[in-house]
C-alpha cells in the first residue's frame, strides 16, 4: 500500500483567503485526485492531478477557485481560493498505485469563518 | 456512472457475520464493484473488488450475483472497529476514466459490544 500524508492536518481560516493543501506519497504513482467531503456528506470528486500539465476538473469546479499543483509523480497541491464558509469541507488527496485500487490520505480538516 | 443504492444503516453484533448489501440494477459490463470504508476520521479505506466471481481477501468477501445487478460484501466476524460507512461504487473499466470514483451516501455500519 501506499503511505499518504497530507498538510495540514486541519486549519480555521478567514473569508476571502486561500489555503494551499499539500499531498506527499511515499512511492511514485501515476494517477492522483482531489475530493471534497462537505459535513454530513460522502465524497466529490474535484480534479484529477495531472503530472507535467494542467488538472482535469470535474463539474462544477474550476480552476481558478481549486488550482491545482503536481509538480512530479509523488507530490501534489491543491489551492482553495478566495475562501467563504462554504468551503467548509474536508479535502482529500487519493493515488492509484497499482491496478485498480485507491489509497486515500488522511484528509485535511478546513473550517473557514 | 452507474449508480448503487445500499441501505442508509445498518446494526451488527460484534463477532457475528455481517452482510451489506448493494443493488446495481444498471451495471454495465465493463464496470467492477468496488468497496471501500470510511471510519470516523479517516479517510476512506480499500476493502475489496470484483468483475463476476465471488472474491475474497483478509478483510472481507465479495459475493456478486449471477445477473450482476446486486452484490454483497460480507464481514465474517465484526469487530467494533469494523464500524464505518460502507461504499459500494461501480467503476468503469472502459475509456479514459478508469480510475475515478463516484461515492454514493454509502451504509453506516454500527457494531455493538
Known amino acids: 500500500s501506499a503511505v499518504i500524508s497530507q498538510k495540514p492536518s486541519r486549519d480555521i481560516c478567514q473569508r476571502g483567503t486561500s489555503l494551499t493543501i499539500q499531498c506527499q506519497v511515499d512511492?511514485?504513482?501515476?494517477?492522483m485526485f482531489w475530493y471534497r467531503q462537505q459535513p454530513g456528506q460522502s465524497l466529490t470528486l474535484i480534479a484529477t492531478?495531472?503530472?507535467?500539465?494542467?488538472?482535469?476538473?470535474e463539474s462544477g469546479f474550476v480552476i481558478d477557485k481549486f488550482p491545482i499543483s503536481r509538480p512530479n509523480l509523488t507530490f501534489s497541491t491543491l489551492t482553495v481560493s478566495n475562501m467563504s464558509p462554504e468551503d467548509s469541507s474536508i479535502y482529500l488527496c487519493?493515488?492509484?498505485?497499482?491496478?485498480?485500487?485507491?489509497?486515500f490520505g488522511p484528509g485535511t480538516r478546513l473550517l473557514v469563518l | 456512472d452507474a449508480k448503487t443504492t445500499q441501505p442508509n444503516s445498518m446494526e451488527s453484533n460484534e463477532e457475528e457475520p455481517v452482510h451489506l448489501p448493494c443493488n446495481h440494477s444498471?451495471?454495465?459490463?465493463?464496470?467492477?464493484i468496488h468497496w471501500y470504508r470510511q471510519l470516523p476520521s479517516q479517510g476512506p479505506e480499500y476493502v475489496i473488488h470484483?468483475?463476476?466471481s465471488n472474491v475474497n481477501n483478509r478483510m472481507a468477501s465479495l459475493a456478486i450475483a449471477e445477473d450482476r445487478k446486486s452484490s454483497t460484501l460480507i464481514l465474517h466476524r465484526a469487530t467494533l472497529r469494523d464500524a464505518a460507512v460502507y461504499y459500494c461504487?461501480?467503476?468503469?473499466?472502459?475509456?479514459?476514466?478508469?480510475?475515478?470514483?463516484?461515492f454514493g451516501k454509502g451504509t453506516l455500519l454500527t457494531v455493538n459490544p
Open positions: 444498471t451495471i454495465s459490463g465493463t464496470d467492477y
Open positions: 512511492s511514485q504513482v501515476t494517477m
Open positions: 461504487i461501480l467503476r468503469d473499466n472502459s475509456g479514459g476514466s478508469n480510475y475515478k470514483l463516484t
Open positions: 492531478a495531472n503530472q507535467g500539465s494542467e488538472a482535469t476538473y
Open positions: 487519493s493515488v492509484v498505485l497499482r491496478g485498480e485500487t485507491q489509497y
Open positions: 470484483g468483475l463476476t
